[in-house]
């Protein structure tokens, strides 16, 4: 049985986690940079024992920004085209 978000929510491994590791700030942001951030959040993702709940709300919801289940918004655009 599928978990509601406000359930998976509840477990999930990003919680209480900065959300400025799996979204950009506001301001620029160096290629380097962005790559070391991302990469720190696909690792809590690749550990999330909900990552496919929220990878498929992030499809479902058409997430535009931030890493959700492990990919980010290029990657489930890619995802989505397929
Ligand atoms: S898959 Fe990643 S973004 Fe989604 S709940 Fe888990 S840690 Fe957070």
């Known amino acids: 049985m599928a978990l509601q978000r406000a359930e998976w929510t509840d477990v999930a491994a990003c919680r209480g986690i900065e959300s400025l590791l799996f979204f950009p700030p506001d301001v620029m942001e160096s290629k380097e940079v962005r790559s070391r951030r991302e990469r720190q959040a696909k690792q809590l993702c690749a550990d999330c ?10 499809l479902t919801q058409r997430e535009s920004y931030g890493i ?8 489930r655009r890619a995802l989505l085209r397929r």
Do not use: D, Y
Request: contains cysteine; proline residues 0%; hydrophobic residues 35%.
């Open 68 to 75: 959700w289940g492990g990919l980010t918004e290029i990657e």
């Open 49 to 58: 024992h909900v990552r496919e709940e929220c990878l498929s709300s992030a």
